[in-house]
């Protein structure tokens, strides 16, 4: 038989909500040796301890040590039972008046540094005794506010406890963010954890009195008693922050350590005026994460970092897997999220696992929203949570005993609960919630209930920007986050694969307090020629300026590639102090590169100096500079090249003038040096290399450059690269800027058929919502459609949507300057406006901001009044390689299928019939506003996916003819297309799956023709590292014979094909009637 004592709590003060509390004894289970009954009492011995059971105190014989008043009288059976209450102990010997003083002093030599040994010898743990050592460091040599980082699960609170006995801290203030973790933590701080369980504290270690500061107080005199009562005070900081400035200086005067708990909770604003008061308190931050939740860097001198990657090393997280789904209509995602999260959970509790699932929201307003998917599950017992829930504390007794297998809450970690079993997290609103909710739910808790818990599990809409750009914020806080999220749902990612074989290559990497894998910069350098056969990598020290006095060094070499990383910091003194202790790190990173087979080295340098020095020391003072002219062989092989600026040396009677053009005179100083009046210094410009956008500049001391930002694997695909044309000496560096296209101002539009007319650049590359008073439209709804030609200065094109056309007039002119000008008018009675980038616009304020860019049939283009024309020779696209159908039965006057019934006479069903023939994985009609094109297919193979955009258009005439004006329109549609296989893959499958039903007069159905909507996932999955994406274009026009066709025709098809090999690097194929 046992029976269960009572804890014995001393209350020692109470003020309002406010109390002092020392818990002298915890509460413990006995066993009941034997049992005699008395009038008026009972007596229990256990282990030779005669325990006095009561019903009124003043009955306890005096004898009798321990006495413990009970509900009635305690007799044999009613013990057996269970019957009987013990309702407060009435003495015991440890039950006597001390002050907090001397609790204090019986902390004295009472601790034992003892560390665990798993499975033989309980103790702390590795990252306990480390950070505890660091705390008492710093605590005898700094008055500095410090933080420890400790992952969460690796037991903050038992270093907190453990710091508070072996430092002997006599007045503690321990501020956390919440009430809910001010209980647990109240309840820690009584009973010392786990430290004499452990065995760390011997039983002389008398418990502190702890004080719970639930509310301001009247008076001063109260604020002092309290903490004269008190060896720890446990409060919010939304409270202290309250606190007048006179009672925060009493707590500065009488308090001497303060410790904050979860301080990446902690506002900014709440905890500056709060420190400031409590200045001579020695102060320690602990955390999980050195960011706040407003993503700034916590304040306070790192002194203990125990990193994500050893805390899974060490068995302190299990792998947290993602399962992404991805849903774009904002009505549908919940629901989406809901069903995976459950589904997983049922899983896990099917394979045994004691989960529970926690799906987090942002406000209470979201949480009852949300709820409304989850109160389905009735077997699960879903229950909602928040603030305003009523009878809060019975609720979350509930889900603390397991009783509610689903939790709908709002930041409930905030509230500081210890639930291992959350072990699934459904973000529906992911804002600041991500890094925090994946270290609790993939920690290990080394408890009795381990076995019955597997991996963590979260589940978040990939289609929701928000969650993009967390995933982004959490591998940037901390790298090792690239170890710890696996993802069940991915592939392996072959760019990520490569990457981490080439960084295999460097040995050193460990030591490096840089991760490598984070290191990303512009693609410059400074390029030298090798004269001898010699190089050595290992000797760049001998070229570095008091290299060994540098703060920080660190390098390292992969011989197998031949490239060295130095990452130096130096200290550099503050202008506005003459003090030797104050000072900045200048931090630099130095990439050097060796091709052995060019024997050029390649040098960047994060801060753009020049590195004549390092390349004497590596090159063994063989270094010679390249030719000042042949640096400028690094455009060779951009086509369409678009010079920015050029810089240019002009020599004037003996002197040097040093001029930048930028523009249209650009071609000015192409004149100047052709005529050698001048040399050029620089140039920089963009155009496409290989199919692919570049950007790409040079200076004749040896320096090229580029905006694109890459790692050093790409790097040094990017040298290389440079390196074979800086050798080839069939390439003449003098033709290089002949041949760029140059911008010319005109205020007429050229005597050529406009084909297209297109967004300018940066509207491609952000989302842009249209909204007019028939509804909000994103990019991929709208279309741009030229109109008519008015006459040489003007043109009118169209924006179409799924409900109307927003009709606009682009003007060029001579303004009264006589310079060239333009205007963008709305001609349509829809009011219209633009949100991009974070503004709103009226329609015709962004396009004459953003003026859109008009294609013609030669091949020129426009925009604003800025023309430019092609220089290089277009030939007709040949004949022979036109591909020929049969279009038995089909209207030649009929594009579009519809949606229902379906027009089988038409050239869109007839190309998806024939299409459906082959093996494709999808087949997809995208036609309509915001279209990719009419028709898409694509095929995944083992090194690519193919996609194939075909491009329909109706014959005007209905029959089959040579008019001109049936190519246009289609032709300008497959090179709008083009600028596709430029953007992410991600992108270009989200707009499928974004754009999936089709409908037309309130009828729907879907685009997808072939395959399934899960295809599109996992192939949008693939492409976004995995699998290059490969473009063919088609256009289908069968109003055109292969036997009679004209020359115009041949030369806009040529203009076209020109057009998507310079930009992308893709053949065109053209279909036609026989």
Partial sequence: MQLIL??????????????????????????????????GYTIVISNNIEYCLVIKPENTPEKYEY????????????????????????KHPLNKQCSTSDVVASWDNQFTFLEEIPNKQNGLREPQIACLYSILSHLKISNDIATAVMPTGTGKTETMLSTLIVNKCNKLLVIVPSDALRTQLEKKFLELGLLKQFNLISEKCIPPFVGILKERFKSSTDLTNFIDCSNVIITTMPLLSGFTEKHLNILNDKLSYTFIDEAHHIEATSWKRVKNKIKDCKIIQFTATPFRNDQQRIDGKIIFNFSLRKAQEQGYFKPINFEPIREYDPNKADKVIADKAVGILKNDLQNGYNHFLMARCKSKKRSEEVYQHYKIYTDLNPVVIHSDTPKKQEVLKRIVNGEHKIVVAVNMLGEGFDLPQLKIAAFHDIRKSLPITLQFAGRFTRTSIDSKLGNASFIANLADVDTEDELSELYSQDADWNILLSSASEENINEQVDFHGFIDGFQNIKNSSIPFQNIRFAMSSEVYKNSGNKFDLSKFNKGIKNYNNLEYCFHDIDNKTNTLVLITAQKTDITWVNYKEVYSLNWRLIVCYYDVETKLLFIHS??????????????????????KKDIFKSFYNIDRRSLQNVGLKEYLNHHIRFRMLVGSDIEEAISVIDKQKGERAFAFGNGYENGEKVSLGCSYKGRVWSYQQGDLRQFISWAKNIAYKLVDENIDPDEILKDCLIPKFVNIFPNSNPIRVDWDEQILQNPLIIETQNGNYTNHLLSMEIEKIHNKNSIEFSIVTPNEKINLEYQIFQDKDNNAAYRIFNKSQITSNISFKGKKWDIEEFFNYYPVRVWFADGSSICGYEYVELKQIIKPYPTEKLLTWDWSGVDLSKE???????????????????????????????????????????????????????????????NINKRIDNFYEVCGQAQKSVHWKHEKGSKFFEHLLKRKSKASNGKERSRIEQGTEQDLERLLRISKNSKPMVF?????????????????????????????????GINLQVIVSP
């Fill in 896 to 958: 579009s299928q519809k949606v229902s019934p379906l027009e089988k006479d038409s050239i869109q069903y007839h190309v998806i019939q024939k299409l459906k023939k082959d093996n494709y994985d999808i087949i997809y009609d995208d036609d309509g506003s915001g279209e990719i094109a009419d028709v898409i297919t694509i095929k995944e193979y083992n090194d690519k996916i193919a996609i194939e955009l075909y491009h329909l258009k109706y014959a005007k005439s209905g």
């Fill in 67 to 90: 006495a413990i008043k009970v509900n009635k009288q305690a007799t044999e059976p009613r013990l057996i039972n269970g019957n009987i209450k013990l309702r407060k102990w009435v």
């Fill in 6 to 39: 009572p804890e014995l709590v001393i209350q020692k003060l109470v003020i309002g909500k406010n109390k002092v509390s020392q818990k002298v004894i915890k509460s413990e289970t006995i066993n009941i040796d034997s049992i005699k009954v008395k009038k």
């Fill in 606 to 627: 994060s801060d753009k100096g020049f590195y004549k020095s390092v390349a004497e020391a590596i090159l063994f003072d063989k270094q010679i500079p390249i030719n």
């Fill in 1032 to 1064: 063919d274009i088609y256009i289908v026009q069968p109003s055109l014979s292969k036997l009679d066709v004209s020359n115009d025709i041949m030369m806009l098809l040529g203009v076209t094909d020109n057009y998507l090999k310079d930009i992308a």
